[in-house]
């Protein structure tokens, strides 16, 4: 199939990149660093080895080839641009990977193309961009993919994600489908809404986050309290997640600065409506208030100036 990346950054950069190196037909769109990355290419330094790859670069999308499948990869800040550019590089009846944090954030796609097949795509994975069309991958590098169902039910294994599974793991992408996307979308929050935040806030890194008694309990009681939205709206998590996840994080991730802290250094836009925003809402429609995460939420609005009501 042939693939359009929007949002070459850290995470489009990088399994974009992979994709490309393996072979497959892909076609990036880029902003400010069209000029470099059509001159140089991307620049992949990873801990499975480093390697260059030369890409088709496009800075404008209606310069692009009508692609059977969209990653999109945009920061959910600017969602608002998809109206525009996915009808241009993807088939109306194609498949569009949306690999976001948040729930839900499948719909704005499934608005604009309603008889396209839409993915899910949750990237558990330490990758940065250091510079243009350079993307330094340090941690893991999984990718759970599963079928978009605007009800919120189980989809199971569709054709569409087995054909762009069977892609992925050709080009040595880590691939788990799975049949619930919104169950492993809460499940990727209980980590998300902790340390995203915290790390902004408390201005440290995730080894820095663990390293202290007090911070590790608050921790956990951020992920206890997703754990329990997350069962009130009808996706079952159990509490012995909590512990797993740090435990996990101390053990098997190196030190890690989250995307959210990267976008507030850089002054960026935090994703604070996908990541917290919608839960928060979600969760008190069916009677559960997150006042942990909304008063993270809060603080995190103060910090970036943005005074959303």
């Known amino acids: 199939m042939k693939y359009a990346v929007i949002g070459t950054g850290a995470i489009g950069g990088y399994y974009g990149a992979m994709l490309a190196r393996n072979g497959m037909d892909v076609h990036f769109l880029l902003h400010s660093d069209y000029q470099h990355v059509n001159e140089q290419g991307l620049r992949i330094d990873s801990i499975n080895g480093n390697f260059n790859v030369t890409v088709n670069a496009y800075a404008k999308p209606e310069d692009m080839p009508l692609c059977d499948v969209a990653i999109v990869a945009l920061k959910t800040t600017n969602n608002h641009l998809l109206e525009v550019l996915l009808p241009q590089v993807v088939k109306h009846t194609g498949i569009v990977v949306i690999m976001q944090n948040g729930l839900a954030v499948e719909q704005v796609a499934a608005d604009i193309l309603p008889e396209a097949s839409i993915i899910g795509g949750l990237c558990f994975i330490g990758s ?27 989809a199971g ?3 569409e994600l087995g054909l762009v599974t069977e892609d ?15 169950f492993t979308r809460w499940q990727k929050l209980v980590w998300n809404v902790p340390f995203n935040g915290l790390s902004v806030v408390l201005n440290s890194s995730t080894a820095e986050l ?8 608050l921790i956990k009681s951020i992920m206890l309290e997703v754990i329990a939205a997350a069962n009130a709206c009808g996706q079952s998590l159990s509490e012995a997640l909590a512990e797993l996840m740090l435990v996990n994080t101390e053990t098997n991730m190196q030190d890690y600065a989250p995307s959210m802290k990267v976008d507030y250094e850089h002054n960026r836009p935090l994703e604070i409506n996908a990541i917290y925003q919608s839960m ?14 909304r008063m993270l939420a809060q603080q995190l609005r103060f910090l970036s100036h943005d005074d959303a009501q």
């Not at 069309?133 to 039910?153: N, P, T």
């Not at 663990?210 to 309990?217: A, G, I, K, P, S």
């Open 128 to 154: 940065t961009k250091i510079g243009p069309g350079h993307i330094k991958h340090s941690d893991f590098g999984m990718v759970s993919l599963g079928h978009y169902m605007k009800d919120e039910s189980a």
């Open 280 to 293: 928060i809402d979600r969760a008190a429609r069916s009677g559960v208030d997150m006042k942990l995460a």
């Open 210 to 217: 663990l390293r202290q008694h007090v911070t590790r309990e």
């Open 157 to 159: 294994i569709t054709p």
């Open 168 to 182: 992925f793991l050709a080009c040595g992408i880590d691939v788990k489908p799975v049949e619930n996307l919104c």
